[in-house]
């Protein structure tokens, strides 16, 4: 049983390493997502006409795509948090099933 707890823990340990690549290249891609919505919206405000409302609004329509890319972007980085925090959950309960077992046995 302590064998096959070790086990789960050492899957849980590698898998929380690759979260932390995941993690950072899913920042990586937001902080691009963000400045590609920053950039097309910008440069859509800047060649609109009319009022200042109508230029956000313009603004805002021409770059939908990305603030939807964004969007998504945002979602995938809060995916991977919420992945690598269950695994942090799962390890902890594994170590303290561990633990149990191991004060069972000395009993």
């Known amino acids: 049983?302590?064998?096959?707890?070790?086990?789960?823990l050492a899957e849980?340990?590698?898998e929380n390493n690759k979260g932390s690549n995941a993690l950072f290249e899913a920042e990586r891609a937001l902080a691009e997502a963000e400045?590609?919505?920053?950039?097309?919206?910008?440069?859509s405000f800047l060649k609109a006409e009319g009022t200042v409302a109508d230029r956000n609004a313009l603004s805002r329509?021409?770059?939908a795509n990305a603030r939807l890319a964004r969007d998504l972007r945002k979602a995938e980085l809060n995916r991977i948090k919420q992945k690598i925090r269950s695994?942090?959950?799962?390890?902890?309960?594994?170590?303290?099933?561990?633990?149990?077992?191991?004060?069972?046995?000395?009993l």
Do not use: F, G, H
């Open 1 to 8: 049983m302590i064998q096959e707890i070790q086990s789960q």
């Open 12 to 14: 849980l340990i590698a």
């Open 35 to 43: 400045y590609e919505l920053d950039t097309a919206e910008s440069k």
């Open 61 to 63: 329509l021409e770059s």
């Open 87 to 106: 695994i942090e959950t799962a390890s902890m309960v594994l170590a303290t099933q561990a633990k149990l077992i191991n004060s069972e046995s000395r």
